[in-house]
């Protein structure tokens, strides 16, 4: 093929794939899935913030999670939190030591707003929210118990959650209104 052949093929090669690329990105419709309704939106992925903002109604105590964690969380976590492996160890740790600090619920997580949030939406493993609003303050409760953090009879709801002193919550640098 004589260089001006070429040329010419590669020119309207180009024009093609222009052709093309306009053509898609003027697409108004995208026809992926269905529409969701409002109704389907409420309560989906909600974020806890550190002050408690969005936890919805229910309570428990350390006492009732111990039930739940026992036939939900051991396989992962141990039965007294010290986990399978070092990323699902829940209890110890110093962020303090003097080589690689081990984060664990009680050593590093700031606010228990934030444990509360993890577990409703990340836990367990294997089901991620499987568990009713109720069940995770009584799981949430039984993890800040196997901490030190909180008695067994400590009963914790939208209110209480706020009011507990995590032991790192000093640890962090607040850099959410840095633009």
């Not at 160890?89 to 690689?100: A, I, K, P, T």
Request: hydrophobic content about 35%; aromatic content about 10%.
């Amino acid at each position: 093929m004589s260089l001006p052949k070429k040329i010419f093929s590669l020119l309207f090669f180009m024009a093609l794939v222009q052709f093309n690329f306009n053509a898609l990105s003027q697409e108004q419709v995208v026809r992926l899935g269905t529409p969701i309704s409002e109704s389907q939106l409420e309560d989906f992925d909600l974020i806890i913030s550190p002050d408690g903002d969005g936890l919805p109604a229910g309570s428990g105590t350390a006492l009732q999670g111990k039930t739940i964690y026992e036939t939900r969380c051991v396989a992962c976590h141990a039965i007294s939190g010290e986990g399978t492996s070092g990323n699902t160890r829940l209890v110890g740790g110093d962020m303090h030591s003097e080589g690689n600090p081990i984060r664990t619920v009680g050593s590093y997580w700031p606010y228990a707003s934030t444990l509360f949030d993890f577990i409703r939406r990340a836990m367990p493993a294997d089901s991620p929210k499987s568990l009713s609003n109720t069940e995770v303050y009584q799981v949430t409760a039984y993890v800040l118990y196997l901490n030190g953090i909180i008695n067994q009879y400590a009963i914790l709801n939208s209110e209480t959650l706020t009011e507990i002193n995590m032991p790192n919550k000093d640890g962090f640098i607040d850099r959410s209104q840095v633009q």
